[in-house]
């Protein structure tokens, strides 16, 4: 059963960064995108940054220019980079990744940005 196994939150003051990353435990064939997503208390989750499987990149408004989505074929890992922090992006941070045929979620990993 494939399983995504995300790692890298935690609390972080104002201004700093963190590098979060999601590891698939096997091979998913026919990726059409990987993502981050992030649910805040209260709120609906929303996408943060996606890539698709042609490259194309995608990211919220609110975090250009701060997040960068990548991806290691070669570890089966997907990362973002995040920098510049905001109390406002405190959240549970998800990994997805969709096929042509099912979705797949992570188990969330908090991100507390103090101020």
């Known amino acids: 059963q494939v399983a995504l196994v995300e790692s890298g939150g935690g609390l972080v003051q104002a201004g700093g960064s963190l590098t979060l990353s999601c590891t698939i435990s096997?091979?998913?064939?026919?990726?059409?995108?990987m993502g981050w997503y992030r649910q805040a208390p209260g709120r609906q989750r929303e996408l943060v940054a996606g890539?698709?499987?042609?490259?194309?990149?995608k990211y919220t408004d609110s975090v250009k220019d701060r997040f960068t989505i990548s991806r290691d074929k070669a570890k089966n890992t997907v990362y973002l980079q995040m920098s510049s922090l905001k109390p406002e992006d405190t959240a549970v941070y998800y990994c997805?990744?969709?096929?042509?045929?099912?979705?797949?979620w992570g188990q969330g990993t908090q991100v507390t940005v103090s101020s």
């Open positions: 997805n990744v969709e096929s042509w045929d099912a979705g797949y």
């Open positions: 890539v698709t499987s042609r490259g194309d990149i």
């Open positions: 096997e091979t998913i064939f026919n990726i059409n995108a």
